[in-house]
C-alpha cells in the first residue's frame, strides 16, 4: 500500500465520502464554476451590446439602467480623482495630463482650461468638481441638481401660525386662480 492510497482511505473514513465521490464533487465544482463566469461574459456582451438601445427587453432596463449609473458614478470618481493628483484626461484620446495642459503631450489636440477653484466654491459642483456655467441648474458633467444645495432644510407648515393667513392668497368672485 502506498502512502496516496493511504491516504485516500484515511480520508474517506474520516469525510465518509470515496475518493470517486470527491473527485465528482471537484468536478461538479469546476464546472459550475466555469458555468458562473460564461453567464458572466453573457452578460457583459449584452450590456455592451445594448447600453445605449433605448427599447431594451424590460426585463433587462433595470439593469441596464443601473449600470449606466455606476458607469457615470465611475468617471465622476476617476475625474475627482485625477483632479486631486493634479491630473486629468485628455478630452480626445484619454491619455493623462496634468491639469493645467494646454494641450495632450499624446496627441496633440488643444485642451480646454480647467476652472480651478479657490475660496469661492459657489461655481463648482460639489460632486465632481466641474465648473458650473452661469445659470445652469445642473452639472453638465455628472447631472448634479445644484439647488438642492442652495435649499435650505426646513418646514415652513410646522413654522407657520394656524391662525397666520399671509400665505394664502385671497380668491376672486369670478377667478379661480389666486391673486398673485
Given at each position: ?10 480520508s ?30 453573457i ?16 426585463a433587462?432596463?433595470?439593469n ?49 482650461p ?22 445652469n ?9 445644484f ?8 418646514n ?22 389666486p391673486?398673485?
Open positions: 500500500m502506498n502512502l496516496h492510497s493511504i491516504g485516500a482511505a484515511l474517506q473514513q474520516i469525510s465518509g465520502v470515496s475518493p470517486e465521490v470527491a473527485a465528482c464533487d471537484q468536478k461538479l465544482a469546476e464546472l459550475q464554476k466555469e458555468k458562473t463566469q460564461t453567464y458572466i461574459l452578460g457583459q456582451k449584452y450590456a455592451a451590446a445594448h447600453m445605449d438601445d433605448d427599447n431594451v427587453d424590460a433587462f432596463a433595470e441596464i439602467a443601473t449600470l449606466k449609473r455606476i458607469n457615470l458614478d465611475e468617471d465622476v470618481q476617476e475625474k475627482r480623482k485625477l483632479s486631486l493628483q493634479g491630473m486629468r484626461k485628455c478630452s480626445s484620446c484619454g491619455n493623462i495630463i496634468t491639469l493645467d495642459s494646454l494641450f495632450c503631450s499624446k496627441c496633440g489636440s488643444k485642451q480646454e480647467v476652472f480651478q477653484a479657490n475660496g469661492e466654491s459657489a461655481n463648482i459642483c460639489p460632486k465632481c468638481g466641474a465648473k458650473r456655467g452661469e445659470g441648474l445642473f452639472c453638465t458633467s455628472c447631472g448634479y441638481h439647488e438642492d444645495a442652495e435649499k435650505p432644510v426646513e415652513h407648515r410646522e413654522n407657520a401660525d394656524v391662525n397666520d393667513k399671509s400665505d394664502t392668497a385671497e380668491m376672486k368672485p369670478d377667478d379661480t386662480k391673486e398673485c
